[in-house]
């Protein structure tokens, strides 16, 4: 039993039903009762291991329906670029953009893809997302897609719900300049072969 507690239940669109000093009641990992303390149900003999919460804000678990949160290195100077009034297009045409992205995350091993996107997910989290969907997209071929998607389901060991999104069709990668239908076709081969390894679910 958690208690002193202020509970945003969402249950009222005013005010997102908040319990000023509400309780929550947890039968192993589901939430069994929530309400104002005073509502509390009999918890029968032997009551229940009690939590004082201190007048914490208690709200449902987030859910990020669309992150980037796996690729290699970073675009910070094109942050800086964008800025002094070049378009995306201007960044792309010298090298940068997406195609930057995945020359860094075909670069990077994958313990130092998933180190820095475990970064990326623990900020999510300290803001109070509890599910994550993670989108591929910056591999372009059959292995570095798999080991983008395979790190994104090693995110989901940290106790966060994880769905993956292969996005392989993100961009044309380089190997295939000018013949964007034969990258398409490889992709719907390489679909299913991800499905089977248990790596998309989307």
Do not use: N
């Given at each position: 039993?958690?208690r002193?507690?202020?509970v945003?239940?969402?249950a009222d669109a005013?005010?997102w039903?908040?319990?000023?000093?509400?309780?929550?009641v947890?039968?192993?990992a589901?939430?069994?009762?929530?309400?104002?303390?005073a509502d509390?149900?009999?918890?029968?003999?032997?009551?229940a291991e009690?939590h004082?919460?201190g007048?914490?804000l208690v709200?449902?678990g987030?859910?990020?329906?669309?992150?980037?949160l796996?690729?290699?290195?970073?675009?910070?100077?094109e942050?800086?670029l964008?800025?002094?009034?070049a378009?995306?297009?201007?960044i792309?045409?010298a090298g940068?953009?997406?195609?930057s992205t995945v020359?860094?995350?075909r670069?990077?091993?994958?313990?130092?893809?998933?180190?820095?996107?475990?970064k990326r997910?623990r900020?999510?989290?300290?803001g109070?997302?509890?599910?994550?969907e993670?989108?591929?997209?910056y591999?372009?071929?059959l292995e570095?897609?798999?080991?983008?998607?395979?790190?994104?389901r090693?995110l989901?060991?940290?106790?966060?719900?994880?769905?993956t999104?292969?996005?392989?069709?993100?961009?044309l990668p380089?190997?295939f300049?000018?013949?964007?239908?034969?990258?398409?076709?490889a992709?719907?081969?390489?679909?299913?072969?991800?499905?089977?390894l248990g790596?998309?679910?989307?």
């Amino acid at each position: 039993m958690w208690r002193h507690a202020r509970v945003a239940t969402l249950a009222d669109a005013a005010g997102w039903g908040l319990v000023e000093r509400g309780a929550i009641v947890t039968e192993g990992a589901r939430i069994a009762w929530v309400g104002p303390e005073a509502d509390l149900p009999a918890l029968g003999a032997g009551g229940a291991e009690e939590h004082d919460l201190g007048g914490a804000l208690v709200t449902p678990g987030l859910v990020d329906a669309h992150t980037h949160l796996v690729y290699g290195g970073h675009r910070a100077h094109e942050f800086e670029l964008r800025l002094q009034g070049a378009s995306y297009e201007d960044i792309a045409r010298a090298g940068g953009g997406i195609r930057s992205t995945v020359a860094a995350t075909r670069a990077a091993r994958e313990d130092e893809l998933l180190a820095s996107a475990a970064k990326r997910l623990r900020t999510l989290c300290d803001g109070g997302v509890t599910t994550v969907e993670i989108k591929s997209g910056y591999g372009l071929s059959l292995e570095d897609e798999a080991r983008c998607l395979r790190v994104a389901r090693r995110l989901g060991d940290t106790g966060v719900t994880v769905r993956t999104t292969s996005l392989a069709a993100h961009a044309l990668p380089p190997e295939f300049e000018g013949r964007a239908d034969d990258y398409i076709d490889a992709v719907c081969q390489w679909l299913p072969q991800w499905h089977a390894l248990g790596l998309v679910d989307a």
